[in-house]
């Protein structure tokens, strides 16, 4: 594993990456006690799901912007930041802002050939309910995907986020990467009712 303003040295089970100048990605960065956006290298990596799953230490943004709860910006900018990943719910790109890469969902490295399916799944957070398409194994259900270590981060697409804080503060993004360690309880959609805007009430 390598950190993540590092070039070096590389999981040699990490996917390769793309040769050619540096490639960076805007993205947000959601906690309980911190929203900011900025810009992350992706090193050898041709997609930001395989570089955070791939790297370990502090997050590196540059540009990085402080955020308000409802995502609105505030005048505090730092050219570098490191953000602890344990203090990370989840890292959001806006849609105009996700790789074409990410739409990738074949197999993985452990099984290549293995075709996902795509399933819409809420995700409660301390801090929010997150509806969206995860792609899974056609044979995992909710217990199996809740219960699996790995990996950390798990990418989810066309998703809208609601504060759990105060319920008008509606977020959408392309792609989001939750982490695990921060899920308090997860369901599928169907299974689901309520508010159109996040298909759960809460009320």
């Not at 308000?68 to 730092?78: E, F, I, M, S």
């Not at 570098?80 to 490295?109: H, R």
Request: no cysteine; glycine share 10%.
């Amino acid at each position: 594993m390598m950190g993540w303003g590092s070039t070096g040295p590389i999981d040699p089970l990490g996917p390769p990456g793309p040769i050619g100048p540096e490639r960076r990605e805007t993205i947000e960065l959601v906690g309980p006690h911190l929203r900011v956006s900025g810009e992350i290298s992706l090193l050898r990596f041709s997609r930001l799901s395989d570089l955070v799953n791939h790297t370990s230490g502090f997050v590196k943004l540059t540009g990085a912007q402080l955020l308000r709860r409802n995502g609105d910006p505030t005048g505090l900018v730092v050219q570098e930041l490191m953000v602890n990943p344990d203090e990370i719910t989840f890292i959001g790109q806006k849609e105009l802002d996700v790789s074409t890469a990410e739409t990738g969902q074949v197999g993985g490295m452990d099984r290549p050939l293995m075709q996902r399916v795509p399933r819409e799944l809420v995700i409660f957070t301390a801090g929010h309910t997150l509806t969206g398409t995860i792609h899974l194994f056609s044979e995992t259900d909710v217990a199996t995907f809740v219960d699996s270590p790995d990996p950390r981060f798990v990418p989810v697409t066309l998703v809208t986020a609601r504060s759990l804080a105060d319920r008008r503060v509606i977020s959408h993004f392309g792609l989001v990467l939750v982490n695990r360690t921060q899920i308090t309880a997860a369901s599928l959609r169907e299974m689901a009712g309520g508010a159109a805007e996040t298909g759960v009430s809460v009320d």
